[in-house]
């Protein structure tokens, strides 16, 4: 069984104003990254995105801050499907 890292307990734990600024965080990541591939995130058709890819990615891995062993019925029911 594995462990959770510290960074997703940190994630786990967070206030919506620490959230906020995981999600700020992120999104001036992204908007560096659609820098270099030459791209303007200031442009009309990417403003949005760098928060809906922060967003996005946030959904995609939540399952990081769940713990399946503490769901053993339903990993059992999933299984014998």
Do not use: H, V
Not at 33 to 52: M, Q, S
Request: glycine residues 8%; charged residues 35%; contains cysteine.
């Amino acid at each position: 069984m594995s462990r959770s890292g510290s960074g997703t307990l940190e994630r786990k734990n967070e206030s919506s104003e620490e959230r906020e600024q995981r999600l700020e965080k992120m999104s001036g990541a992204i908007k560096t990254l659609l820098e270099c591939i030459g791209e303007d995130p200031e442009r009309a058709g990417l403003l949005k995105t760098p928060n809906r890819y922060a967003e996005a990615l946030m959904y995609f891995t939540k399952g990081y801050e769940e713990n399946i062993y503490g769901n053993s019925k339903r990993l059992a029911e999933f299984i014998s499907n």
